[in-house]
């Protein structure tokens, strides 16, 4: 059955996630590279908790390194109208991470995946039809999609599976945003992940607020739609009722009813208020 964790997080973050990965059954066989595509939604964020927080994902990085320290480690974004990626990665603390790593010795890099190379897809997609994708996320690989625990006009919630609308590679994204249920769902169909973190220490409702809700979590699965049903339920909201879950887990990208390990579900809910100006298409009727 799939599985999520449910950890309420101390002061240590790599605890919290060592934890978490630990009550999963570990992270299973890796190899290079090794891919984190973190929420990095906007180059100004109002209130600090819209982009995923760099040392939870350095976290994630000394856990894997721990366990195999010759990993080729690729934290990838691309550009989009809200930002440009280097420009993203400067501000929030993506670049100094690399600095960092790399002067460690360990084989940490940064990717915009605007200006990398592409390759063709098979793909027959509810959108796409054999799209061309960067090659770095074409190619065999270990993925995770570390997200944040945020509502969105446009999908309802956005978790996991939604994080992955910024390995499109073209600025103007909101050329998807028409079809962006069907999109969503192609992108993880065709990436797969092996690892979903949700940081939901602490929620934002808005894609980057205003408002912000302390829910003190973190949520893993090794699937997306268990981590992001989840996160839907610990927000107070109905996963079946959400579009683009609905259809993720209709082509086998897990279940939205999830078997729950660690923390209790009901323990951790703090209820969120619904998305203003709800776009039609996100919820089911």
Wanted: aromatic share 8%; net charge positive.
């Amino acid at each position: 059955m799939d599985s999520v964790a449910i950890v309420r997080h101390d002061d240590d973050v790599r605890k919290t996630l060592g934890e978490g990965v630990r009550l999963l059954g570990g992270f299973g066989v890796l190899q290079s590279p090794f891919i984190i595509k973190p929420n990095i939604c906007a180059g100004v964020v109002k209130t600090g908790f819209a982009v995923t927080d760099v040392e939870a994902v350095e976290a994630l990085i000394s856990l894997v390194l721990k366990e195999d320290e010759n990993l080729s480690i690729k934290i990838v974004e691309s550009d989009s109208e809200s930002k440009f990626a280097e420009e993203a990665f400067e501000r929030f603390g993506y670049k100094s991470l690399e600095e960092k790593m790399r002067k460690l010795g360990f084989d940490v890099s940064l990717v915009n995946l605007s200006q990398s190379p592409t390759l063709p897809v098979k793909l027959d997609g509810l959108y796409f039809k054999n799209p061309e994708l960067p090659s770095l996320i074409a190619k065999s690989k270990c993925f995770v999609s570390f997200a944040i625990a945020k509502t969105h006009y446009l999908t309802f919630i956005t978790g996991t599976l939604k994080n992955l609308f910024g390995l499109l590679p073209r600025k103007d994204q909101s050329f998807y945003h028409a079809r962006i249920n069907e999109v969503i769902v192609d992108l993880n169909r065709l990436v797969n992940p092996d690892l979903c973190v949700v940081d939901a220490r602490v929620g934002v409702e808005g894609w980057e607020g205003p408002k912000t809700r302390r829910l003190n979590t973190f949520i893993l699965g090794k699937k997306p739609v268990c981590v992001d049903a989840t996160m839907a339920r610990m927000m107070g909201f109905n996963p079946e009722k959400i579009r683009h879950l609905v259809e993720a887990e209709n082509h086998g990208l897990g279940s939205l009813n999830p078997k729950i390990l660690g923390k209790s579900l009901q323990s951790t809910v703090v209820k969120f208020n619904s998305p203003s100006h709800l776009s039609p298409t996100a919820l089911l009727n």
